[in-house]
């Protein structure tokens, strides 16, 4: 992240709180107590006049205003996305004042003025940063505002990049000035050369992009991220280099820690140097005054405790929980091996598994996914890792930083490549996984238990505790999809689309309406004419947040983009047993870009006009009288599902017209629960279906702030003139129903919002 001006009272905070623990029997127990409530006072006061200054600023900001905006941004901060960038950088108010934002664009944008900090102008709006839409995803707003930041800049367009080394103060243009030889290096793809970038520099490239998925599935990842283990091993390294060179060991103890400042200066303070230097500054601490009581535990902990009371939100963050907590594990994983001098490989399982016991959970909670055979990809990688990458790094960085080597970075990028390629059938084998989705309390604690029982009996009786870890992950994760006591239906948020999931309960049943989708942005005459990536950002972690690893079957309304764009990815990531289409979208050419997609063991079932299909147990679909010159929309299939006491009718994006003559062919339609056609349209809900059905309640499906202003206010005054209560996913999120056979019922939205809110009409908005 960019310097933070909390971490400026680390130091301060650090010596306090040391303090205090050397306050010892001696010491009058309220001068302990007084030191404490001064302490705590002056935090206080500071994050109170923190909070004052961020809500005078935000009392200056006129959001969702499209206008020109000017960003101070440092290159570090650029992250490439799959559609465009982004980065952490500060908006320049009116009154010169800074306030951080996220910032991100379309599109790809030369960035090699990026020597220096940047001033960015364009067209942009400014909003708060997007809550999460979904039930257990992600939060971004949240993670955000741990970081202090509550607002987005959106940008439109960019008008001009000009170079301001000094907007972000001296130490920042420095930091930028010592990292320009990099700055060509950036632009290269999955690349030897991009991994190196992220190991020793913390640099985001487009090629570590690329490569950090799969980095993730091995469960890699922090291998390639700035930690206390990269510092410790430099001071290794460099302290026998200078000491085999005949420096005096007086002097390299004096200037290499300040180096290590430097180069963790240079990286950004990333977490895990901050740790690591704490805890040397503790050490250092304790030798001056005397006093060899602190243990590595203590000096953990004050460090942890420190940087909580600079930055609270960091508790919230997965580098510090991941950076803190791992570390402990080790401590304690010492303390159970008895410290041992010299570690064998059954050491290093040890602490593998203890590692990998805490990091599982949180991994399972973030990414909703077990990957088992991380532990054998780690173990491997952790026995070159430091007798090979890491030299092999250090040489790679000194040939992108010195003129004349070029070759040589450009030899390992070929070396690297021809190991990707040898490797890859291998990294299939690895990724096998189980989708978990988010794990409640009780399971937080029975996988707690399991790894102190690791710890604990882990290391005297290594065989029976380990197969007492393995059944018990087995039969966890093996009933878990069955452990859910209620069945639900939940209108999911994708956007300007619609998708609708169907979970029973006590099996691992589910069904999908739709899976919403987009057209490619920025638009492309190459490629296929859907966004490949947009299932990624909202539907399949929807789905595997909820644990949903295989689709019974999945029905397809029609061959729009917002209802059937995402079926590629989604067959990409989650089992479809069945498949169910029209035969006019059979014969739409979507659906033979998708079709290739496809897994071949998902049968695709193609349903005539007219007809009405059985699928299961209150599952019905309908279809329309339709033919070739039919609209998509007024193709769409109908489907009934049961809903507990409820019976819900979804539409797809059917006209009026065609919602008349769907009752009118099928009669025998009741549904209490009505799921408005085409998101909301002034053109479907018609008077005729309200009629016949007088639903209880109206679901509606659409993107926020959408062109199309869908839900239409006119179709929300007929709803309120009915009386028909309704949920919307712009203005509630994602919408759940939830039953059970014992009679329990409830509905659920992500967001709240005043269900009896309904916007006045406006005449002027473009048909759809």
């Known amino acids: 992240m960019l310097y933070h001006e909390n971490w400026a009272w680390s130091l301060a905070l650090v010596i306090l709180i040391v303090r205090l623990c050397f306050l010892g029997p001696k010491c009058h127990r309220r001068n302990c107590l007084l030191a404490c409530l001064v302490l705590s006072i002056w935090c206080l006061c500071k994050w109170t006049w923190q909070y004052y200054e961020q809500s005078q600023l935000n009392q200056r900001i006129e959001p969702d205003i499209a206008q020109t905006y000017q960003l101070i941004l440092a290159p570090s901060q650029v992250k490439h996305t799959a559609t465009g960038w982004q980065g952490i950088g500060y908006l320049k108010l009116a009154d010169g004042r800074l306030l951080p934002v996220l910032a991100k664009g379309q599109g790809d944008i030369d960035w090699d003025l990026g020597d220096e900090v940047m001033e960015v102008k364009g067209q942009a709006s400014l909003k708060e940063a997007e809550r999460a839409r979904n039930f257990g995803v992600y939060d971004y707003h949240q993670s955000l505002a741990d970081k202090g930041i509550d607002w987005l800049l959106d940008f439109k367009s960019v008008t001009s990049i000009e170079a301001k080394p000094l907007a972000l103060g001296l130490m920042e243009a420095l930091r930028q000035w010592f990292l320009a030889p990099l700055a060509r290096w950036k632009g290269q793809g999955s690349s030897w050369t991009s991994l190196v970038l992220r190991l020793l520099f913390n640099q985001q490239t487009p090629g570590f992009r690329d490569q950090s998925v799969s980095l993730g599935v091995l469960g890699l990842s922090h291998f390639f991220a700035i930690s206390g283990f990269h510092l410790l ?10 000491l085999r060179l005949g420096c005096l060991k007086e002097s390299v103890a004096f200037w290499l820690p300040l180096f290590l400042l430097f180069y963790s200066w240079l990286c950004g303070w990333p977490i895990g140097s901050i740790r690591v230097l704490g805890s040397w500054g503790l050490v250092a601490f304790s030798k001056r005054f005397g006093d060899q009581s602190m243990t590595s535990m203590d000096r953990l902990s004050l460090v942890g405790l420190a940087c909580l009371l600079c930055q609270p939100g960091l508790v919230f963050q997965p580098a510090y929980l991941l950076s803190f907590g791992l570390s402990a594990v080790l401590i304690f994983s010492n303390q159970a091996m008895e410290h041992p001098k010299h570690y064998t490989w059954r050491h290093q399982v040890y602490i593998l598994l203890a590692c990998l016991l805490i990091t599982w959970p949180l991994m399972m909670d973030w990414r909703y996914e077990w990957y088992p055979l991380q532990v054998l990809a780690i173990f491997l990688l952790g026995i070159v890792f430091e007798s090979l990458i890491m030299p092999l790094a250090l040489v790679s960085g000194l040939a992108l930083i010195l003129p004349g080597l ?20 291998v990294g299939k084998i690895f990724s096998w996984h189980v989708i978990t989705g988010r794990l409640s309390l009780i399971y937080w604690f029975i996988f707690l238990i399991l790894f102190l029982v690791w710890l604990r009996w882990g290391w005297r009786h290594p065989w029976t505790t380990g197969t007492v870890l393995v059944c018990a992950y087995g039969l966890i994760l093996g009933l878990k999809p069955y452990l859910h006591w209620q069945s639900s239906v939940t209108v999911l948020d994708v956007g300007q689309g619609d998708s609708l999931v169907y979970q029973a309960a006590w099996s691992k049943e589910a069904w999908l309406i739709d899976t919403g989708g987009r057209p490619p942005y920025p638009a ?22 909820q644990g949903i690893g295989s ?107 065609y919602e008349q003559a769907l009752i009118e062919r099928f009669p ?23 009629n016949h059905l007088q639903p209880k309640l109206a679901l509606l499906s659409a993107g926020v702030h959408n062109t199309y202003h869908h839900p239409h206010p006119d179709t929300l005054a007929k709803l309120s003139n009915r009386g028909i209560p309704y949920f919307a996913t712009p203005y509630h999120g994602a919408i759940r129903y939830e039953w059970s056979d014992w009679g329990w019922e409830g509905w659920r939205t992500v967001l709240e919002a005043t269900q009896s809110t309904y916007p006045k009409s406006e005449p002027n908005h473009p048909k759809r």
């Open 233 to 242: 091993y430099l001071r290794r390294v460099l302290s026998r280099l200078f």
């Open 406 to 425: 070029d070759r040589l970075a450009s030899l390992m990028d070929g070396i690297y490549q021809v190991l990707l390629e040898i490797l890859a059938p």
């Open 524 to 545: 492309s005459k190459e490629g296929p004419s859907f966004d490949t990536q947009y299932g990624y950002y909202n539907l399949i972690p929807a789905l595997k947040a």
């Open 551 to 657: 689709l019974t079957g999945v029905m397809i309304t029609h061959s729009d983009l917002d209802h059937i764009g995402s079926l590629a990815s989604l067959s990409q990531e989650v089992a479809i047993d069945n498949l169910w289409i029209s035969q006019h979208t059979a014969s739409h050419p979507v659906w033979q870009e998708i079709k290739p997609y496809l897994a071949t063991k998902t049968q695709v079932h193609i349903l005539g006009p007219g007809e009405s299909y059985s699928i299961k147990d209150g599952l019905t679909f309908y279809t329309n009288n339709f033919n070739q010159s039919t609209a998509p929309n007024d193709a769409s299939i109908a489907a009934t599902l049961a809903m507990g006491r409820h019976r819900l009718l979804n539409l797809g994006d059917m006209s009026g017209e």
């Open 668 to 690: 025998e339609i009741q549904a209490d629960i009505l799921k408005c056609a085409h998101h909301g349209s002034r053109f479907s809900s018609s008077d005729a279906l309200l």
